[in-house]
């Protein structure tokens, strides 16, 4: 394994700052750097990009991305133990890293970061998840991002690219691929971690659209598509009674057959429905 940089390989690292996985944050550090090197150089522009990575750990990806060349990073790490590992990487990169210790769900990292951003991450399932339905949904599109880079478990990263008509297709498809291009990078076994998780992971890459596919309020499009598929196996006339009393009538007008299900309906569809609901 060739070095990407002159700090002590990872397992030092940890070994150093003691830094064992606690599975309350979800931790499972990927030690190999030309892995990390490799997820960094799926994420774009990074020269000419800051890049806002959450969750650091030990550092692995926050070393990949550096020496892959990002123009700064900013690492929101929750875990205080992992500070000192940081302040080494910091070292080894003047002026190019700063990490704040939070929890990404609280800290607001905006007033640290100069467009064009660009967000990359290796995060529990529940936090990654919760992060990327924030980053797909804020009233205003485009959004403060460039793209997303993140690593979820593969079931997850399956759902947010499904098609319509798959047992996968689902709220999280609807809202990444309406207003972003998203694509699978790379998928990882379970080997791959440290320590290794049950499942295997997958590297999800989305790149923020100019503009929305298809015109839609992002709150009525989400009531809509979180309605249907809550009861994914009914009809939409019964799955979306409790939206409108018409909805039959409703769902005729934007082409959609009432005795329909929700994994039948396409992006463009859901889109219609959800103007259709505002008339
Ligand atoms: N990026 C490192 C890597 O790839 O080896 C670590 C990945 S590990 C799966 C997840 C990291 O996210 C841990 O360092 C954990 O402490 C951190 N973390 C968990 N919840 C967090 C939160 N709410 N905010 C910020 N960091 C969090």
Known sequence: MSAIDSLPPLREVIAAHDLRAKKSLGQNFLLDLNLTARIARSVGDLEGSDILEIGPGPGGLTRGLLAEGARRVLAIEKDARCLPALAEVAAAYPGRLEVINGDALEVDPLAHLTPPIRIAANLPYNVGTELLVRW??????????QSLTLMFQKEVAERIVAKPG???YGRLAILAQWRAEARIVLSLPPGAFTPPPNVSSSVVHLTALPEPRYPADPKVLERVVATAFNQRRKMLRA???????DIEDRLRAC?????D???QISLEGFCALARQMES
């Open 136 to 145: 797909l949904t804020p009233p205003d599109w485009p959004p403060f991002w």
């Open 261 to 263: 299900r929700a994994e």
């Open 255 to 259: 082409g959609i057959a009432p005795t």
């Open 166 to 168: 798959s047992k996968t």
């Open 239 to 245: 799955s979306l009674k409790g939206l409108a009393p």
